[in-house]
């Protein structure tokens, strides 16, 4: 069965403050990995790691996937409160439909 | 943002009726799915679909049918409700295989 655990379920920081957010993962025939951010509704798509070593950006958030390692991190750097969110990560099986499997996700709340 | 429209938004009802969801799509995008989200489980398929009258089980599926006769909505029918039930449902899109799932703001459910 697949498996994603995140790291750590919950974490308050303080605005400007470097974040570092786990995830490691079981999964037969591995395609991709995912990161979304859920504030009150919908998740919505940060990015997807195929490759293992390439750095995504995207303003001060940043992910990486190390595939020897089954993990991937999710940087932000100089948060902010609307940084305040839950972050999910998720890995995509091969073969057949988007068979995705998401892990509980990691609480983040940005304080002034 | 993906053009997606799940309703009702939120619905209160009792053990034993049936309940339909609804999930609209403005994207013409091939695939559909349903989620559920509880605390402590993250994101679980339910069904998803791959067409027009395509449709499969995912993980979560028992309680629950499906049916798309437009590529525009996915429908989730629970025939019995009961209150194990009881979540937020999350319809998600996506336009081919190697494309991210995008999620409607979800339904909030509960069952009496």
């Known amino acids: 069965e697949d498996k994603v655990v995140q790291s750590p379920l919950s974490l308050v920081v303080h605005e400007g403050d470097t974040v570092t957010l786990n995830c490691s993962y079981e999964?037969?025939?591995?395609?991709?990995l995912l990161w979304y951010k859920q504030e009150k509704k919908a998740p919505t798509f940060l990015f997807m790691l195929?490759?293992?070593?390439i750095e995504k950006k995207s303003g001060r958030l940043s992910s990486i996937l190390d595939k020897k390692e089954l993990s991937s991190i999710l940087n932000i750097t100089a948060t902010q409160t609307g940084d305040s969110a839950i972050y999910l990560c998720?890995?995509?099986?091969?073969?057949?439909?988007?068979?995705?499997?998401f892990g509980t996700g990691t609480k983040l709340q940005v304080i002034p | 943002d993906a053009g997606i429209t799940q309703s009702p938004r939120h619905k209160v009802t009792e053990t034993g009726t049936p309940v339909t969801l609804r999930c609209h799509q403005t994207?013409?995008?091939?695939?559909m799915y349903w989620y559920r989200q509880d605390p402590g489980h993250g994101l679980r398929l339910i069904h998803y679909?791959?067409?027009?009258?395509?449709?499969d089980k995912g993980e979560v599926s028992d309680g629950y049918s499906v049916s798309r006769s437009k590529t525009e909505d996915f429908l989730l029918t629970l025939e019995s409700a009961t209150s194990s039930q009881t979540s937020v449902y999350f319809c998600?899109?996506?336009?081919?295989?190697?494309?991210?799932?995008?999620f409607g703001d979800g339904t909030r459910l509960s069952i009496l």
């Open positions: 998600a899109i996506s336009g081919g295989s190697n494309q991210p799932q995008h």
């Open positions: 999964v037969t025939n591995f395609r991709s």
């Open positions: 195929t490759s293992s070593g």
């Open positions: 998720a890995v995509w099986r091969d073969g057949g439909y988007q068979k995705v499997t």
């Open positions: 994207e013409n995008h091939r695939y």
């Open positions: 679909s791959y067409g027009v009258k395509d449709t």
